[in-house]
């Protein structure tokens, strides 16, 4: 079943509340995706669960395995398992136990398998503008009008002719359907609607996490301008109509004040910009940490782009060299800064960087520095992709971090965890463009991240290795070169093995960008080699681990893959 409407949500999760008070021996098992999305979307889920006296069982996942196992540990009797983005992307009715169990799924990953869409036993909660199950809906339809048709026939061979052109339709759709992998809205945004309904209170909490992964999607170019312009154009608007956050201690009465308002947050709307962790850092670094703007302006493979960048800051702005290395939080006042990011903005937009800036939500916590969405995303999102720990213990560190007022003294080393690994990813992409390691065969480009590179391990997870592949291609479109897929191959020296990740060059501008056909062909690609000692290691299929000696194989088969077909 497919939950199309926001208010039809509301009412499904009414329902499992009901189902969870009355029984009160339902077991609520929640599976949640290990990236920032999951990590925002349960913050909010959990909102609802203390809210309604429900605790479940949370477990995080990064992929089939890691599900399967999950579900095979369930105990029997009357369950109710949260997909908490993961698991759409599988056929799920293979794995969930037997008995009385209810599935629901919340899924920012594209498809969503057609097996989950049909299920008696799976619920599909998708968001208010789109329609994934369409594809089915119009094949099912089909079917019955062929149902219906044969039993009023007389002509038999006109009638198998028409089934046929129908069935080849049918069956156009259902493959351009799994042919590649997208986003929908992300799944903080869509529980952050079901909350505002559910529950009143603590929609401070909610909106902010839903702002974080709404920004980490835009940035990371998994959803487009417009459609995240709509999405933040109603928070802000439920900042401004409701006040939703105003100080705490407004609220809560006059004892403990001191207490209230280190506790106080208030959001904001805010003009930001593709800038690094700028009010953690000083103007020079959170430029030249900004993918964007360092693909932009050309800072990474030529010399060039780093003096036309000291010549805006020092000639046109008429900034001294060490107003550019202090911290962004001590240059001035604020109003001169404003005024300075504001002539910055101008300078930008000027010579073709217009997505320099976009609206966006800062949080004030106390009498601390504001902190904005954006490097709210970028620290957890480092948190969560930390190659010194396991992959389990950081997705619970970055869902600590995100509520920074339980945890201040972590946001500091959480930060300086984030500088440091955009460091490498900057440094690495300089590298690589300028020892010649990226290789063009023709459809697409690749790249091995090995023993020469000094930063080998911070791209071990597929997140960091992708970020590393997006930056690379936006250094290449910038240099009028083929915009062309990239492939990502990381080496970890201790299995033996490589993460592979393919890349499309996205730019964000329309939705039909954020369709990426490749990795479905690095997939066929391997499934005709029948490698062994293969795993998909993602939620959304694009990133596998294959064996150290099959590397250049794979490579090679799927150069000749899209030789065939003549297109990616």
Known sequence: MVLLRDTDLVNVYKGLRGRWVSSGKAS?????????????????????????????TV?????????????????????????????????????????????????????????????????VWQGE??????????????????????????????LSSESSEEDDEDAYFTQRYYRGNWFGQPTATLLYRVTADAMAHHV?????????????????KKISKPQYESLISSYLLTIAQKNVLKPQHERLGKDNIEYKAFHTIRLEEALEHQLYLLRLSSLWDSLYYSPYVSSKMKLLDSDG???????????????????????????????EREDLLSMLTENFRTTGMSAFSFKSIIMQQGYSIPISASDMGHICNAVLNDPGKDWTSMFWAAYDVLDNRRSSGRLDEASSMAKA?????????????????????????????????????????PASLLALARCILDVLIEGEKTPSPL???????????????????????????????????????????????VAVNS??????????????????SLSLRLHQKGRV
């Open 539 to 556: 939620l959304d299929h694009t990133s596998i681990t294959i064996p150290k000696r099959e590397a250049r194989t794979l490579i090679d």
């Open 487 to 533: 492939v990502m191959l990381s080496l970890n020296k201790d299995q033996g093995t490589y993460c592979v990740v393919p890349c499309m060059p996205l730019d964000g501008s329309n939705a039909e960008d954020e369709y990426n056909p490749f990795g479905t062909h690095l997939r066929a690609a391997v499934a005709s080699l029948n490698m062994q000692g």
């Open 421 to 461: 690994s955009q460091a490498a990813l900057i440094s690495q992409t300089a590298f690589l463009l300028q020892t010649g390691y990226i290789r063009n065969v023709g459809h697409f480009r690749y790249c091995f991240v090995n023993e020469s590179s000094s930063d080998l391990a911070y791209f071990s997870r």
């Open 305 to 335: 782009g780093i003096n036309k960048l000291k010549r805006l800051l020092h000639g046109k702005l008429g900034l001294k060299e060490e107003d550019t290395k202090i911290e962004w939080s001590t240059l001035w006042g604020k109003e």
């Open 129 to 158: 503008t789109e329609d994934i199950g369409k594809h089915i809906k119009r094949s099912q339809r089909n079917k019955h009008k062929r149902r219906k048709t044969v039993k009023d026939a007389d002509d038999e061979d006109s």
């Open 28 to 56: 609520v098992q929640v599976l949640v995706g290990s990236d920032l999305d999951g990590v925002c979307a349960l913050k909010i889920m959990m909102q609802l669960f203390l809210s309604d006296k429900v605790e479940p």
């Open 204 to 220: 401070d909490d909610v909106l902010w996490f839903a702002a974080v992964s709404l920004v980490h999607f835009l940035l990371t």
């Open 59 to 123: 477990t995080p996942v990064d992929g089939l395995e890691a599900i399967k196992s999950t579900l095979q540990d369930i105990p029997s009797g009357e369950v109710s398992i949260i997909f908490l983005n993961c698991g759409g992307g599988y056929p799920l009715d293979d794995y969930i136990p037997s008995g009385d169990v209810e599935a629901h799924v919340i899924d920012s990953h594209r498809p969503i398998r057609y097996e989950n869409i049909t299920s008696k036993n799976i619920q």
